[in-house]
């Protein structure tokens, strides 16, 4: 009873299915198979939108995840029996002629469109053909011409070059089949972005598959470069190794590792891992950066003998010691100084005056100056003048202008209106 409640939740997470292929060498699909039993190579006839059609077995039964099943889930009709073989023969004959047929139909209505495959119904109840154009193209007048030389229900469908190399299958630059034609359920979006990520040579003949789009591979290895890159400097980072400060030249996501171009020695170029380095900038530097102080070195240790060299320059300042010295041993304990007593008005020492040394005897003794007498100052007289000088210039002075302290005249002002 224990065994069945756990196996029961992980029974119902599996269902039994099996691999069938349209055609050899395309891609498989899921089906139910009913309660039959199926091996690898059978031929079987199952349920699919388009009616009943032929079918390969590629694997046998089996059980996957719920979760990998592609919904709905169509089922295996039975086993193919010798009519079954007869038909689908014949039908592959006859898309052989119809696609001959399509081609010429093209060439005489001038169409600029190419022809991929015909295909035959099953049942015969409809022939479908596949083309690849540029533009949209009007193949009206086309249907109504392989109509009246089938005498069946005709389909065109455009596809596009990617769908054309699934249908037709083939070998890519990796010498296995190609991805689309084999396991990939649908196409997934790939970008130029994930060449340049995987520093992939951007030449067009060497990232393009057979069909002339970005191989598919291509969308594989994206997120394992981007975990890549997230644990890894960037190209022009400055960091810091063991041998000192550097700029990274090139970086080997795969390897983990970068090559550092030295500070002090800009010949050298060493390579390290990336777990060896620490990033002090991560990048090109930009011109608002601050610049990366001088001591910032916590790998090769740069910043630890900068603040050795400046504890050494700094002074250290050591008290004095005296030792006494005995036949016994010697005492290194710092002997005190006795203080001299504070001073006071009692006995503080008077202040000496400062005595003049004698003059020697080769000196010459000093001369008196000799008293220079002063010079008076020299009055300097006014000219006199005549009683009727003065009383003439004192008319004229009257009529002077006044005088400014600087020695220039000011010149009068303009009399305001008109005369008299």
């Known amino acids: 009873m224990e065994e069945e409640i756990l196996t029961a939740p992980e029974a119902a997470e599996y269902v039994e299915v099996v691999d069938i292929q349209f055609r050899q060498g395309q891609k498989v699909y899921y089906f139910d198979p009913a309660g039959g039993k199926y091996r690898t190579g059978d031929h079987v006839i199952i349920d699919t939108a388009r009616g009943p059609e032929f079918g390969i077995c590629a694997g046998g039964n089996h059980k996957i995840r719920q979760r990998d099943v592609v919904a709905p889930l169509r089922s295996v009709l039975r086993r193919a029996n010798h009519e079954d073989e007869r038909t689908i023969a014949r039908n592959r004959a006859e898309e052989k002629r119809a696609y001959e047929i ?198 090769s240790g740069g910043g630890k003998r900068v603040r050795k060299e400046k504890v050494e320059e700094e002074p250290v300042r050591l008290e004095p010691i005296r030792f006494r010295y005995s036949t016994e041993n010697v005492v290194d304990e710092p002997i005190e100084e006795p203080t001299a007593p504070e001073e006071t008005a009692e006995n503080k020492p008077a202040k000496s005056r400062r005595r003049r040394k004698p003059r020697g005897e080769g000196q010459k003794p000093e001369q008196p100056k000799a008293e220079q007498p002063k010079k008076e100052p020299v009055k300097k007289e006014a000219p006199q003048k005549e009683a009727g000088e003065d009383a003439e210039a004192g008319g004229e002075a009257a009529k002077k202008p006044h005088r400014r302290r600087n020695g220039y005249r000011r010149k009068p002002r303009p009399k305001q209106g008109g005369e008299g």
Do not use: W
């Open 102 to 299: 399509c081609l010429q139909k093209i060439a005489d209505h001038k169409l600029d469109m190419q022809l991929v495959s015909a295909e035959y119904a099953f049942d015969g109840s409809k022939i479908l053909f596949f083309f690849t154009a540029d533009e949209r193209v009007d193949f009206r007048e086309l249907v109504k011409n392989l109509a009246s030389v089938f005498h069946t229900r005709i389909e065109l469908r455009q596809i596009g070059v990617r769908d054309k190399a699934k249908m037709v299958g083939g070998l890519g630059i990796c010498g296995r089949p190609f991805c689309c034609a084999s396991f990939l359920d649908d196409f997934q979006p790939v970008s130029i972005k994930m060449a340049k990520t995987q520093n992939l040579s951007l030449n067009p003949t060497k990232i393009s598959g057979t069909c002339g789009r970005l191989m598919c591979c291509l969308k594989y290895e994206q997120e394992a470069y981007e975990d890549l890159l997230r644990n890894s400097p960037k190209a022009e980072s400055f960091v810091d190794t063991p041998e000192g400060r550097g700029t990274v030249v090139e970086v080997d996501l795969l390897r983990s590792r970068v090559k550092v171009r030295m500070e002090d020695s800009p010949e050298t170029i060493s390579v390290f891992a990336n777990a060896d380095i620490a990033v002090l900038r991560n990048g090109k530097a930009k011109k608002n950066d601050p610049p990366i102080p001088a001591d910032l070195a916590p790998i």
